[in-house]
């Protein structure tokens, strides 16, 4: 992967502004030792690593503000990260640039149950959010399925999904508030407790945009009172057709599933093996279809969905009789990463987005490319919103073998993009995606995305090298280019 | 009078900017022309008429995607959803009776309003269910962003920064929006006789239930009066309007169990499918305040700090108000008068950690008055950074929502 070449300049002065941070957030917070900054050298998509300059750890928003103003004025360049869990590297560290960690904003600082909202520090895992406000009987919705240990500033800078999102949203749409620091170390407010901003929607703009526009340091959240019964069904399927029918005769009898979730035979196979949650081993596919809401409401709807299962030839249906039952329909679901990882040392999850009628076709395709590139893959996809995460199975030891995986994922993401859909769905673009956003975005599209980018960010200081595969210089991207100064169509209707 | 331009595809639409950017002709952007008395007055030269950008283009009920013309009217919208048991679940409002205008409120316009109704409590704003879209920048150029599936995080999220921009940054000509199955059933539980105080302090307490309602609003009985439902003039108090939807045994089960919570608070009354569906109707197109000649605000802030800024605004001056979106959302009339008493309005406003838009008021007063609540200092010099990115030459409905902007 090809970064900016690094600025020698920058790595020469190192100590002096190893320094220089020292003073804004102490000793103990600057990290300039080999031993310590291998910890940060990759995020989740280990495949890629880098170790950073630096690992500066502030401690509170006027640290981060000072931070920031300082490697504006000395022009060192910064990557965010929050707890290292992004899929897309989009924490890679820089050589020539500085981590700034913000593991240290790890409080809850408000729960404000009467107007349904929580004032948080960006390092505070996903989980946690849920867990503080669970005995009142609320939560926040999106749960990626890193949710234990990711945190929510990453969140925000990922826009994470989850397998709730098809009926709860994605973090954009839990989201009421953020506080940020600009590269500058200005300090913004944005939003509130209120349902709409005034201004631009820059708190839509900001998440998601991958920790280059500015730097999270509190973040206000939707919460929602816990819906008080949740049943799952774990449906067999004959063929990947017959699922994929299933998927769209639920949405389309008006049922929208708390989570609608899909397993292939190999991810079937590889979970069971794992973990042992009585998973049909004879179905071709099987879908967890998850229903939450009141009793009455979900017993009826289960009821329906079994229905719309038959008609759709399921091999087998089971609905969960008890809270364990359903925790147990679900364990193969969230171990199918850990599961694929014993079948091979290594595996890559791809994270593309399809119009859901084109699944059978895309799954087909997926096997043909296992097949030519020899490599097994495994296929879990959040069926209700089109999200598919195919799993390449690998060995990095095997020369040439990453790149035989990478290649492949290419192409399962361009397919995903031909068929009509996206190259992620909900890990970010990141470096992973960042030469493929041309299979979706033509050089227009791109440089009204950068002009964004220079409108926060000027320097192209904060986390560059991520989403866009060539960096233009703000001063280019500015210049207007327009011709013609005469209205050119005189059969144009005008009155 | 203003000349209009109709751009019948989007390389005349480009070639029209091209024109205004080169010689700085400042234009009015037009879908179906429903909207022209909101936001501020502009000084534009000429009228961009995007009303040829209009037809649904693609829909398929179970994707739950529709894409259309942005000039689409959403009646036709609402129309073929509707055939398929489905709909803009962000509730688009219909301003016309408030602002008097008859013209047909387009998909295009509330999206770049980010106009929603009652649901936004439950379902989010029309930014929230833009998915993609096509526009041509004031760069002159076509570009696009997002697409035509419901969960996508490839690059920065445009559509969230282009809805609520009233059509400042670039002329939306083709929308991706996400749409939801209707529900079956829809009831309404009316507490009457609550005080605004106590009617938000019931709301917040339904929308922490597990009840999932999907409207909360007050009315005061002077308001209630002007309803066209006669359930709710007959109450003869105020109503706090509580809605359920979903199943029929779901929506019926949790009506009971939200009339047993508030029977305590008083009278309980219920509204069945016909007259629940008007009653929110006025609700989401403001009808309480329709031909009415005063200025009328729009303020969203906590919701549970409604009933308390009504309090403090009455205080200091003449207003009437009812409530939408559990208290987050107040609708406010006042005498227009010289400034339709912005100053206190937006002070309290402020206070209470929300943000006033005058929604209706005679132009000299929109032209005098900032009609959105100033920005703080450093996001108002970002908005103007990013105006700039897409229309460096401020031809784009400029000054719509800022001078300079």
Known sequence: ?495 | MEETLKPSNVNDLVQIIEWAVAGVHPLEIVGGGSKHALGRRMQTERTLDLSAFSGIKEYQPEELVLTAGAATPLVDIEAVLAEKGQMLAFEPADYGAILGSTLRATLGGAIACNLSGPRRIKAGAARDHLLGFHAVSGRAEAFKSGGKVVKNVTGYDLCKLLAGSWGTLAALHEVSVKVMPSAEKIRTVLICGLDAEGAVVAMNQAMASSHDVSGAAYLPAALAARSGVSYITDVGASVTALRIEGIGLSAEARCSALREIFSPLGYIEELHGKNSHQFWREIRDVMPFAGDSRALWRISLPPTAGARLITRIKETIAAEAFVDWAGGLVWLAVVAGEDASAPVVRELAKAEGGHATLLRAPGDIRAAVPVFQPLAPAIAELSTRLKESFDPTCVLNPGRMYAGV
């Open chain 1, 1 to 495: 992967m090809r970064m900016p070449p690094p600025d020698n300049a920058i790595l020469s002065r190192r100590d002096t502004i190893a320094e220089g941070l020292r003073r804004i957030v102490g000793e103990a917070h600057v990290m300039d030792d080999e031993a310590s900054l291998k910890a940060y050298e990759t995020d989740a998509l280990s495949a890629y690593r880098q170790m950073p300059m630096l690992v500066v750890l502030p401690g509170d928003t006027g640290e981060v503000s000072s931070v920031l103003a300082f490697c504006k004025r000395e022009g060192v360049k910064i990557v965010p990260r929050g707890a290292g869990t992004g899929l897309s590297g989009g924490a890679l560290p820089l050589e020539d640039g500085i981590t700034v960690g913000l593991g240290r904003f790890n409080r809850i600082l408000e729960i404000d149950y009467a107007n349904r909202a929580a004032v948080v520090q960006p390092g505070v895992a996903n989980l946690t959010i849920s867990q503080a406000m669970d005995a009142a009987g609320f939560y926040y919705a999106p749960d990626p399925s890193s949710q234990i240990a990711c945190s929510i500033g990453g969140n925000v800078a990922e826009n994470s999904g989850g397998v709730h999102c098809l009926k709860y949203g994605l973090t954009t749409n839990n989201l009421l508030g953020v506080e940020m620091v600009m590269m500058g170390g200005e300090i913004l407010r944005i939003g509130g407790k209120q349902f709409d901003s005034d201004g631009y929607d820059l708190l839509g703009l900001i998440t998601g945009s991958e920790g280059m526009l500015g730097v999270i340091t509190e973040v206000t959240v939707r919460i929602l009172p816990k819906p008080p019964v949740a049943q799952a069904l774990l449906i067999g399927f004959p063929s990947n057709d017959n699922a994929g029918r299933c998927v769209a005769d639920i949405i389309a009898a008006g049922i929208i599933p708390a989570g609608l979730e899909l397993m292939d035979k190999p991810a079937i196979h590889a979970t069971e093996d794992f973990c042992n949650a009585g998973y049909p081993l004879d179905a071709e596919s099987i879908l967890i279809c998850e229903l939450d809401g009141p009793e009455v409401e979900v017993a009826e709807l289960v009821h329906r969905v079994g229905d719309i299962a038959r008609s759709c030839e399921a091999s087998s249906l089971r609905v969960s009789e008890s809270e364990a039952e359903r925790q147990k329909f679900w364990l193969g679901r969230k171990s199918a990463f850990p599961a694929a990882g014993r079948l091979a040392p290594d595996y890559y999850v791809m994270d593309g987005t399809i119009p859901r009628h084109r699944l059978a076709e895309v799954l087909a395709r997926i096997t043909d490319l296992s097949k030519e590139y020899e490599l097994q893959v495994a296929n879990v996809f959040h069926a209700g919103d089109g999200n598919l995460h195919p799993l390449i199975l690998f060995d990095s030891n095997v020369p040439g073998e990453l790149e035989r995986t990478e290649e492949m994922g290419g192409k399962i993401l361009k397919l995903c993009v031909e068929v009509g859909g996206v190259l992620t769905g909900e890990h970010g673009v990141g470096v992973e995606k960042r030469d493929l956003m041309g299979e979706m975005f033509n050089e227009i599209d791109l440089k009204q995305q950068q002009r964004i980018k220079c409108a926060f960010d000027e320097g192209h200081l904060l986390n560059p090298g991520k989403v866009f595969p060539i960096l233009h210089r703000c001063a280019e991207l500015g210049r207007l280019h327009v011709h013609g100064g005469e209205l050119p169509f005189p059969d144009l209707p005008r009155f």
